[in-house]
């Protein structure tokens, strides 16, 4: 089939070349010419494992351009992919969706499905279709699909070629049939529903799995005021298959993309109905206090970070992902610099983007053992392998005094004290082996 996929972001990428790589013709399009010209040199402008290879490997398939009323004017499919970010009030920004419509409906002369893959508030599938059939220049039918994605960074082409599922929310059986013909290659089971439910199934999945990590990280905070060890715990609740194992990790709180913007998208919109929802509110406020949860710990062993050599390691909201939307560090970080700390911070793929925002305030470094040397405290705020799997023994060594401040619950208390750290984690007893002031 003749596709076009408007918007070149974790989302409209992925979802093109995956289509390429099931023997669709797709034409991604973009706004930024910079972009553009990667994209045809067969290079990613996302940092996302396999998406590259897969691009390249499909190229003779794709074709990247900003042209887009070349791109939609006889496509049979045109999936939107643009992003719908936060706005100050919480709602989601709809502009860049909207714009594509215009585009879309001054563009189309044939018959074509448009699929909203973008995260768009419930209903919004229906103005997207009022706005095309009213803005149409030519004579066409246009059929508007819901089609949401379950991506997840780090993961996203797998996440697409093996979806969990594949949503298509439509209001006429023709849309259903062409969407099925697209994914007909796809490893994966169809839900067919109408467009609200689909666009409610996106955010529902998405909230739930904030308020699942919300709820765990408040049962972590009582496990350490209780002596329980939240692995544990999780451990032994993850057997329900009622409850699932996963998403049960406790930690320094959620960021990224989505689920940060669409709990919040969701309680205002739910509100604007004027209809709270509890659930939701409680996990978006459990969020906020538990990024601070490490700063809060500090406080146990010095009062302020004046002149403290500071080491962080892992700047972006999860490992697998150069994405810094909404990670922990960019709450914490100012709150140490203003601070007066000195921090010396490592990530393998965070660095260029962090720098973006702070240039001189940090010195980066290439290596963990750069970062740890000669540092008075060390907080882990991302869980990458290289963390995980480093040699706990060099904490002791490198650093002033080994103080680990870890959100990410990396290490196991066995080898911690073992190792002779200081060590406070996330739901689990604190191991103090060299006895600095718990004030
Ligand atoms: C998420 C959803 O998983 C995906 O289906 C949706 O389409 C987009 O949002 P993503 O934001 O890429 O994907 O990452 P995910 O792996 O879900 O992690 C989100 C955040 O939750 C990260 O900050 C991660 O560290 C945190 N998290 C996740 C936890 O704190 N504990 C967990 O058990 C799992």
Redesign the pocket.
């Known amino acids: 089939m003749k596709i076009a996929v408007a918007g070149t972001g974790y989302v409209g990428l992925v979802t093109g070349v995956c289509l390429a790589e099931h023997k669709h013709f797709v034409t991604c399009v973009d706004i930024d010419d910079k972009k553009v010209a990667l994209m045809k040199a067969g290079i990613s402008p996302i940092y996302e494992p396999g998406l590259e290879e897969l691009l390249a490997k499909n190229i003779e398939r794709l074709n990247f351009s900003t042209e887009y009323k070349e791109a939609y004017k006889d496509a049979d499919v045109i999936f939107i992919g643009v992003g719908t970010p936060e706005k100050q009030d919480g709602s989601a920004n709809l502009s860049y969706v909207y714009g594509v419509v215009e585009q879309i409906a001054g563009s189309i002369e044939k018959d074509c499905v448009v699929v909203v893959k973008s995260t768009v508030p419930i209903g919004t599938n229906d103005k997207i279709e009022e706005m095309i059939k009213s803005r149409l220049v030519h004579d066409v039918n246009v059929y508007v699909a819901s089609n949401p994605?379950?991506?997840?960074?780090?993961t996203a082409v797998r996440?697409t070629l093996h979806a969990s599922r594949i949503v298509i929310g439509v209001e006429e059986p023709y849309a259903g049939e062409v969407l099925k013909e697209v994914y007909k290659d796809f490893d994966a089971p169809i839900v067919v529903t109408n467009r609200k439910s689909a666009e409610m199934i996106k955010y529902a999945?998405?909230d739930f799995?904030a308020l699942k990590?919300s709820f765990?990280n408040e049962i972590a905070n009582l496990c350490e005021i209780i002596g329980a060890d939240i692995e544990d715990v999780a451990h032994g609740m993850g057997y329900d298959n009622r409850i699932g194992n996963?998403?049960?990790?406790a930690?320094i709180?959620?960021?990224?993309?989505?689920?940060p913007k669409d709990t919040k998208a969701l309680h205002w919109l739910a509100n604007f109905h004027d209809n709270e929802l509890k659930t939701i509110k409680a996990a978006i406020d459990v969020n906020e206090n538990q990024k601070l949860k490490l700063i809060k710990k500090s406080r146990k062993y010095f009062d302020s970070f004046k002149g403290l050599n500071v080491a962080v390691l892992g700047l972006t909201?999860?490992p697998g992902?150069d994405d810094l939307r909404e990670a922990p560090t960019l709450v914490n970080i100012p709150i140490m610099l203003e601070d007066g700390a000195n921090i010396k911070a490592w990530d393998p793929v965070g660095v260029d983007n962090f720098k973006k925002i702070y240039h001189d305030e940090i010195t980066y470094c290439n290596t963990i053992e750069d970062t740890i040397k000669e540092a008075d405290v060390c907080f882990i705020f991302t869980e990458w392998d290289e963390v995980k799997e480093f040699d706990l023994t060099k904490y002791n060594r490198l650093m002033r005094k080994p103080i680990i401040l870890d959100g990410r619950n990396c290490y196991d208390l066995i080898s911690v004290k073992k190792a002779n750290l200081t060590y406070d984690s996330i739901g689990r007893e604190t191991v103090n082996s060299l006895e600095y002031s718990l004030a």
């Open positions: 994605e379950f991506l997840a960074q780090g996440d999945s998405n799995l990590i765990i996963r998403f049960l990790n930690g709180g959620y960021g990224g993309s989505c689920f909201f999860k992902t």
